[in-house]
C-alpha cells in the first residue's frame, strides 16, 4: 500500500475571500490538488446521482453500445482510452458516459424516461450545480493569480465554456495482476480544473514529480461530501507552469468503484497564452509554442488518449 496524502481543504462558503484565494494558491504551488467543502451541491443530489449512474453501467452491453460516443457525448466502451500511451495493455479498465454542454443539449445523448426514470433529470440537475461551483472557484483562481476575479470571465473563458461531466464506473472483477493493468493509467487531466466525487472507494493516487523517477505514488482518500478538485494542464499553460497540474491514476483494487468527473474547459474559441502575471523578464514564458485555440488543444489530447475512432471524441464545433 502506498502511503496517503493530506491534502488541503477549501471551503467555497468562506466569506474572507482573499484568505482562501491564498490557500488556493498554496495548494496549487504544492500540488495541485484539494479537497472543496461547502461547495453547495446538496448530499441528497450527489446521492442520487451515484445511484443513477449504477442503473446505467448495470444495463446489458448491447443496451449502453446504443449511446456509443458521438462529438464526445455518450457512452465509451472498457478500454475505448488509454491515457498512457507508454503502456502495452489495450486500454484503461473502465467505462464512461460523457455528457456536454446543457446549452448545447441536442448533442447529448439521454437514455427514455421509460427506461432510466429522473435519470436526465438528475444529470442536467448535478450539471448546472456544480459548474455554478466551479465558477465560483474559478474566481477565487483568479485571485489566487493576482488577478481580478472576473478575469476569466472578462477574457471570454467562461462564456459558454465547454464543461463535461464523465460518469466512471471501475468493475471489480478485471484481473490487475498483469503488468501495465489500471482503472485509469498515469495522467494530467487537459484542461482548466476538474472537480471529482467518489464513492468512497480506495484508488486514486498522485504523484507529486512528475519527471522524477522512480515515481513514488500516493493514495488520495475520499472525503465524504467533498469534491476533489486539481489542476488541468490548460491552467499549467496559462500560468507559466507557476500552478501544477500533477500526473494521477487510478489503481484497481478488485473492488467495484464509482466516480464522478466535472471537467471544466473555457471557452472553445479561447486563446490560451501564458497570463502577464505569471512572467517576467526572469521568469519568461516556459511554452516556446503560439498560443493555442482551446478546443484545439482539447481535440488533439483526446485524439491522443483514445483507443477507438478519434472522431467520436471530437468536439462539435
Not at 448530499?43 to 446505467?56: D, P
Not at 493514495?219 to 507557476?242: H, K, Q, Y
Request: charged letters at 25%; proline letters at 4%; glycine letters at 6%.
Amino acid at each position: 500500500m502506498s502511503k496517503a496524502i493530506q491534502l488541503p481543504i477549501i471551503d467555497l462558503s468562506s466569506e474572507d475571500r482573499v484568505s482562501t484565494a491564498n490557500s488556493i494558491r498554496q495548494a496549487c504551488l504544492d500540488l495541485g490538488f484539494f479537497y472543496l467543502v461547502n461547495h453547495g451541491v446538496e448530499e441528497e443530489l450527489l446521492k442520487k446521482v451515484f445511484e443513477q449512474s449504477k442503473k446505467f453501467f448495470s444495463l446489458p452491453v448491447e443496451e449502453k453500445k446504443k449511446f456509443a460516443v458521438k462529438n464526445h457525448r455518450g457512452y465509451t466502451e472498457m478500454y475505448d482510452e488509454k491515457l498512457d500511451n507508454s503502456l502495452k495493455a489495450k486500454g484503461d479498465s473502465k467505462e464512461g458516459f460523457y455528457v456536454g454542454t446543457l446549452a448545447e443539449n441536442h448533442q447529448n445523448q439521454w437514455p427514455s424516461e421509460e427506461d432510466l426514470p429522473s435519470w436526465r433529470s438528475t444529470m442536467e440537475a448535478y450539471y448546472e450545480k456544480v459548474l455554478s461551483a466551479g465558477m465560483k472557484l474559478i474566481s477565487l483562481v483568479a485571485l489566487a493569480l493576482n488577478l481580478d476575479e472576473d478575469f476569466f470571465q472578462k477574457l471570454g473563458a467562461l462564456n459558454e465554456p465547454m464543461a463535461f461531466l464523465r460518469l466512471l464506473h471501475y468493475p471489480g472483477d478485471v484481473d490487475s495482476s498483469r503488468e501495465g493493468v489500471y482503472g485509469a493509467s498515469a495522467h494530467s487531466d487537459y484542461g482548466m480544473l476538474t472537480l471529482l466525487l467518489t464513492d468512497g472507494v480506495p484508488g486514486l493516487q498522485v504523484c507529486r514529480e512528475k519527471s522524477k523517477q522512480p515515481q513514488v505514488w500516493e493514495d488520495v482518500p475520499s472525503m465524504s461530501g467533498a469534491f476533489i478538485v486539481n489542476i488541468g494542464d490548460m491552467m499549467e499553460r496559462w500560468t507559466n507552469c507557476l500552478f501544477r497540474s500533477t500526473m494521477h491514476r487510478v489503481m484497481l483494487t478488485g473492488e467495484e468503484r464509482y466516480s464522478v468527473a466535472f471537467f471544466v474547459e473555457p471557452n472553445k474559441d479561447c486563446i490560451v497564452e501564458c497570463l502577464e502575471s505569471c512572467c517576467s523578464e526572469s521568469c519568461p514564458p516556459r511554452y516556446r509554442f503560439p498560443p493555442i485555440r482551446s478546443s484545439d488543444y482539447l481535440e488533439e489530447r483526446f485524439r491522443l488518449a483514445a483507443t477507438a475512432s478519434a472522431e467520436n471524441h471530437r468536439i462539435n464545433i
